[in-house]
């Protein structure tokens, strides 16, 4: 079984911005997206919830093996042109990660399957 890293690009999503919030002891930096902008948002009772969905890629490159669309609703994606549907932007993407072994044993760590300068 594979395990995957996975990148999203939050400002991809329709309407998306990066705010700072004063709160009462300190402004932190937010970010603000509009649930009614974007189909693959859902507002349940307990949470707000993005559905996404991994599509593998025939030609995988920068070492990502998937990419990542939102879900958009059957009911919703039925009504779409096939334009539109094209439209729905790509949020990110998926790559394996290798297992690496850790110092103790009782426990596994997993790497990026390509070195890269993040500090994540």
């Known amino acids: ?18 705010r700072s919030l004063q709160g009462k002891t300190a402004t932190k930096m937010c970010v603000i997206i509009p649930i ?21 890629m025939s030609n995988p490159q920068y070492g990502e093996t998937h990419l990542i669309k939102g879900d958009i609703p059957k009911d919703k994606r039925d009504k779409m042109t096939e ?3 094209r439209a729905n932007p790509i949020l990110g ?4 990660l290798q297992r690496r072994q850790a110092t103790a044993p ?8 390509n070195d890269d300068d993040l500090s994540f």
């Open 1 to 18: 079984m594979s395990n995957y890293g996975i990148k999203i690009d939050l400002l991809k999503l329709k309407g998306a911005a990066v």
């Open 36 to 56: 009614e902008d974007n189909d693959c948002i859902f507002h349940g009772q307990k949470g707000v919830y993005l559905d996404l969905t991994a599509f593998e």
């Open 83 to 85: 334009e539109e549907r």
């Open 93 to 96: 993407g998926m790559k394996e």
């Open 106 to 113: 009782a426990a596994d760590v997993f790497a990026p399957s």
